[in-house]
């Protein structure tokens, strides 16, 4: 049974600022649990159809109606669980590889697949824009499909973070001007940056960039203005993995 008070804290883990009020963070469904469980995120509470789904002990689970799950859940079409989970503190640490930048992406479908992106292609730090959408979004999280505890993010000032890497590192960009990066020849350690969806990298942030890239539109018609950027995001990784 779920009372009213574990529903008004559920339901205001919807919002950045009581997530980050109370360190917490919600996931919903086995897979996307399970994988967060098995990586030994730190349990607030789970509500289940069954409790044989989980190997959680009886303090923090808690067994609900299909309606109840429905009226906690952020989902149209809830699953068979909802976790309430504490959000785990996250140190930047110096990558050895590719580190990818986020300015300003604002779509919650855009960064979870983004961050599974970088779980695909081993990228193990993601460092955001301050305006970027919070990664513990339910949306976000759910987007990823479990992949966010395997890449580190990072919430910073994009200007101070560049600033303090390019003079030992390339920083890539996109852009519509840039060199067809089919064509580059491209580091296995550097920066990359992604733009906003609407407006593309910031002025600020542009002027750090190093080395301007462009993927190529092979269309006849050439009238498409840009790609999504989780597309795009996956075309460049592939490249500079390739």
């Not at 159809?49 to 009886?58: I, K, P, S």
């Not at 987007?143 to 590192?169: C, D, H, P, W």
Request: aromatic content about 8%; overall charge neutral; glycine content about 6%.
């Amino acid at each position: 049974m779920v009372s009213k008070n574990q529903k008004k804290l559920i339901k205001s883990l919807y919002q950045k600022k009581y997530r980050k009020q109370h360190g917490l963070f919600v996931a919903e469904g086995k897979k996307v649990i399970n994988e967060l469980l098995i990586a030994g995120l730190e349990l607030q509470a789970i509500y289940t159809l069954d409790q044989l789904y989980f190997n959680t002990d009886e303090d923090h689970t808690f067994i609900v109606t299909e309606e109840e799950l429905k009226s906690i859940s952020f989902l149209t079409t809830p699953q068979a669980a909802l976790a309430v989970f504490y959000i785990p503190k996250t140190i930047w640490e110096q990558s050895n590889g590719i580190t990818l930048v986020l300015d300003d992406i604002r779509d919650p479908g855009n960064l979870g697949t983004i961050i599974r992106l970088c779980d695909w292609f081993g990228i193990s730090d993601l460092v955001c824009s301050e305006q970027t959408v919070d990664c513990y979004n339910p949306k976000v999280v759910q987007a990823t499909m479990g992949s966010i505890i395997r890449v580190r993010i990072v919430y910073t000032n994009l200007e101070v973070f560049i600033n303090s890497q390019k003079n030992e590192l390339p920083v890539f960009g996109t852009f519509m001007d840039g060199s067809n990066i089919h064509k580059e020849k491209l580091p296995e350690r550097g920066i990359i940056v992604m733009g906003n969806e609407a407006n593309g990298i910031s002025p600020k942030i542009e002027n750090l960039i190093t080395h301007r890239v462009t993927i190529p539109r092979f269309g006849q018609i050439q009238e498409t203005e840009s790609l999504n950027v989780a597309t795009a995001t996956a075309i460049v990784l592939n490249e500079f993995k390739r």
